[in-house]
């Protein structure tokens, strides 16, 4: 199970400020290990956000990502004590779901 | 109810699973949300109009209404370079960013609903020195780019 992404959501101005850090390897499959043998590609496929339910922002991604991707956005019609959650998906089909309260 | 189940059961029967798809998504049989993988076509791709065809484009009109923010000219170390698109151009959906001397060029795509800034901050791996393109696209399904060149002093792709 990946380490919990880090995420702080703020106002800023009528704006709610995302801000995500995620754990995750983003193996571009390019690079060998000590032995000589390549790392198969391991990365991040797809993000999603949502503001109280409704998206709020997508994105495919590729492994050129850097690892424990960081990502920030913002939108508008969000207040204090809305929530937002953010979900990935990987190559590999594992997925992690996160959620903060906008501050 | 039974007509489209009867329907199913004999595309399902006589079809491969991919052409199932295909043909379940255009009866709206099954939403194309669902049928939507991630774009291989895209993230193979090595030029912006090779990635544009495969976003189902045809050109990418040059512009500079594009802020880069934060993004360096160069970058100390190519494995984690900051870059800040910002799109002024009106009814931006989506901003891909695509590092043309990567083995990986296309790095990411955002699609933005309505009501989300047509901005966003990440940060990419890059190779060797390269130009860097920002591709947009406008709800009226046209593409736009805009370029820049970034610097970098240690490689950022691997071993």
């Not at chain 1, 199970?1 to 193996?27: F, N, W």
């Not at chain 2, 001397?101 to 309505?114: E, S, V, Y």
């Not at chain 2, 800034?117 to 990440?122: E, G, L, Y």
């Not at chain 2, 940060?123 to 399904?141: F, L």
Request: aromatic content about 6%.
């Amino acid at each position: 199970m990946a380490d919990p992404m880090k995420i702080r959501a703020t106002m800023q101005g009528d704006k709610a400020q995302v801000r995500v850090l995620m754990s995750h390897e983003m193996e571009t499959g390019q690079r060998k290990d000590a032995a000589g043998n390549v790392v198969p590609a391991h990365f991040i496929q797809s993000v999603s956000a949502t503001h109280n339910g409704k998206k709020v922002l997508d994105a495919e991604w590729g492994p050129a990502v850097s690892k424990n991707p960081y990502l920030q956005f913002q939108f508008a019609g969000a207040k204090p004590g809305d929530k937002v959650q953010i979900t990935w998906t990987d190559n590999k089909g594992e997925t992690r779901t996160d959620d903060a309260i906008i501050r | 109810m039974r007509a489209v189940s009867a329907t199913r059961r004999r595309l399902l029967k006589t079809s491969g699973a991919a052409a199932v798809v295909g043909v379940l998504v255009k009866a709206g049989l099954l939403s194309p949300r669902i049928a939507e993988a991630w774009n291989k076509e895209a993230f193979s791709a090595r030029s912006v109009e090779d990635v544009v065809k495969a976003f189902g484009g045809s050109t990418a009109t040059r512009t500079t209404e594009v802020s880069w923010g934060s993004t360096p000219e160069i970058a100390e170390n190519g494995a984690v370079v900051p870059v800040n698109v910002t799109s002024r151009i009106a009814s931006t959906e989506s901003i891909a960013i695509l590092i043309e001397k990567n083995p990986n060029a296309l790095a990411a795509r955002f699609n933005f609903p309505d009501g989300t800034d047509p901005a966003v901050s990440t940060r990419v791996k890059i190779a060797e020195s390269s130009p860097v393109h920002a591709i947009i696209k406008t709800a009226d399904g046209k593409y736009f780019v805009a370029s820049r060149e970034i610097k970098v002093t240690l490689g950022g792709c691997g071993g």
